[in-house]
C-alpha cells in the first residue's frame, strides 16, 4: 500500500533535530482487539471515513509520534465468496491522522475505486470492507502503531507539510502536534485534491487557520466545481508542484514533509532538490507501489550498495530476474517485473511482507522494526547480498 522512505539530518551538532524516537516501550507485542467506538466521514463526498479505535481490554494506549501508522489485519470475503469458503485475510497499514494524546486511535480510510480508465478492475477490498462493513461495536486486530516518516521537532526550521489527497492524514497528526507543542514555529500546509467534494478535514483545518497565525493554509483544487468558489474554499487553482511552493516560500531554510500519490512525488520531490532545498531536509511518503525518482542528490546516508548484479529466483512464480541495482528494494524490483508479493507499510515495520528465503542472503540499510523469523526475508527493504531464492 506504501512506500516510505525519509532522508536523515546531517547537520552540525547544534543545527540537528531530535532523531526520530525509538519504538514506544508501552506498546504490545503482536495483535490485539480493538473496538471501532465512532465513525464519521471527513468529506463532503463521503469517500473519506475516520474510525476511531479503543483497545477492548481496556489497557493503557501507548503514544505514538506523529506521522505513524497502525497496522491492521481484517477478515474479509474476496468478491463475496473466499477461497475455501472462509473468510480471506487482508492486511493494510492506515497512518495515524489525530495528533498523539487522544483517548482513541484514529484512523481515515478513503474508499478505492476501480480506475477512471480501467473501470472494469474491482474495487479496493480492504477500504470496502471498512466502509460498508465495519460499524461501531466492530472488532478489528492491531498491530502497535509503527513507521519512519515521523515529524522531528524544532521550533527553529519552518515546517511545510505537503499532501495530494488522502496523503493528507500523517500530515493532520504531524500538524496538529506541532501547533499544540511548537507554538512559535512557522507552518505551511499545502493540500491538494480535485474539488471541494473531495476536500478533507475542511472545517477542521479552517478552525487551526484561524487560531494559530503562524500556521499557512494553502489548498489546491485541480478541478473546482460550480459550488467551490476560489479564496474561500480553495487559495489556489491547479496542483501542488514547484512553481506554487516557490511563489509562497521564501528561500529560508524550511524543512518538508510530503505525503501523496506517484505522478505528485514523481514530480515534486526531485523538484524539491533541483530547487536547492537540502536532501536531509526531504522526507517522503509515497502511495502504492511507487518509486521516488530521487537521484544521486537524495541518496540516504547508509543506503546500500546495490549495483552488483545477482539472479533472483521468485519460486512460485517459476521465474528467475537479473537484479540489476536499478530498483530500491526486492519488493519494487518484483512488482516492476510484474510479480505480486503481499505487502503493508513498505519500510520494514508491519512484516506482511515476510517471506521465505529458500536460498541465499539478503541485506538492510538499517535493521528492520519487525523481527523476521530465521530462514525469512523482508523484501520490502532489503536488497541482494548473493544469488537467492524465495517464496513468492
Known amino acids: 500500500m506504501l512506500r516510505r522512505a525519509s532522508a536523515n539530518s546531517g547537520h552540525s551538532e547544534a543545527e540537528r533535530a531530535p532523531e526520530r524516537p525509538n519504538a514506544n516501550p508501552a506498546a504490545w507485542p503482536g495483535w490485539r482487539d480493538f473496538r471501532v467506538e465512532r465513525r464519521e466521514f471527513v468529506d463532503a463526498a463521503k469517500s473519506q471515513c475516520s ?17 505513524q501508522f497502525l497496522t491492521v489485519m481484517l477478515n474479509v470475503a474476496r468478491g463475496g465468496v ?8 487482508v492486511t493494510r497499514c492506515y497512518s495515524l491522522s489525530d495528533a498523539p494524546g487522544a483517548d482513541a486511535y484514529r484512523l481515515t480510510v478513503k474508499r478505492v475505486l476501480p480506475p477512471a480508465v480501467t473501470p472494469d478492475l474491482p474495487p479496493g477490498v480492504a477500504s470496502g470492507y471498512l466502509h460498508d462493513q465495519v460499524e461501531v461495536g466492530s472488532i478489528l486486530k492491531v498491530k502497535a502503531p509503527a513507521g519512519r516518516f515521523v515529524l522531528l521537532p524544532n521550533q ?22 506541532s501547533l499544540a507543542h511548537e507554538p512559535d514555529r512557522e507552518v505551511y500546509l499545502f493540500y491538494g485534491v ?34 467551490d468558489e476560489g479564496g474561500r474554499d480553495f487559495q489556489h487553482a491547479g496542483r501542488v508542484d514547484i512553481a506554487l511552493l516557490r511563489s509562497v516560500l521564501t528561500r529560508v531554510r524550511h524543512v518538508f514533509y510530503v505525503c501523496g500519490p506517484p505522478p505528485m512525488m514523481a514530480g515534486l520531490v526531485p523538484a524539491l532538490v533541483q530547487w536547492g532545498v537540502a536532501s536531509e531536509d526531504v522526507h517522503y511518503e509515497a502511495f502504492g507501489p511507487a518509486t521516488v525518482p530521487t537521484g544521486a542528490a537524495m541518496k540516504v546516508p547508509g543506503d546500500i550498495d546495490s549495483d552488483v548484479a545477482f539472479d533472483v529466483r521468485f519460486h512460485r512464480s517459476g521465474r528467475t530476474l537479473a537484479w540489476d541495482g536499478q530498483d530500491s528494494n526486492l519488493l519494487a524490483f518484483a512488482e516492476r517485473h510484474g510479480i505480486e508479493m503481499d505487502s503493508g ?46 517464496d513468492a
Open 51 to 67: 474510525f476511531y479505535l479503543v483497545p477492548v481490554d481496556a489497557g493503557i494506549l501507548p503514544a505514538y509520534a506523529p506521522g
Open 82 to 89: 473466499a477461497p475455501g469458503g472462509g473468510a480471506a485475510t
Open 156 to 177: 527553529r526550521i519552518p515546517l511545510v507539510l505537503i499532501a495530494g489527497g488522502i496523503g493528507i492524514t500523517p500530515m493532520m497528526s504531524m500538524l496538529t502536534w
Open 194 to 227: 480535485r474539488c471541494g467534494l473531495d476536500h478533507a478535514f475542511k472545517k477542521r483545518l479552517e478552525e487551526l487557520a484561524e487560531q494559530h497565525a503562524g500556521f499557512h493554509l494553502n489548498i489546491a483544487y485541480s478541478n473546482p466545481t460550480d459550488d
Open 345 to 390: 507499510c513498505r519500510s520494514g515495520s508491519c512484516g506482511t511482507c515476510e517471506t521465505r528465503l529458500r536460498q541465499g542472503e539478503m541485506k538492510y540499510a538499517a535493521r528492520p522494526d519487525h523481527e523476521t523469523r530465521a530462514g525469512y526475508c523482508l523484501p520490502c527493504v532489503g536488497v541482494p547480498a548473493s544469488a537467492l531464492e524465495i
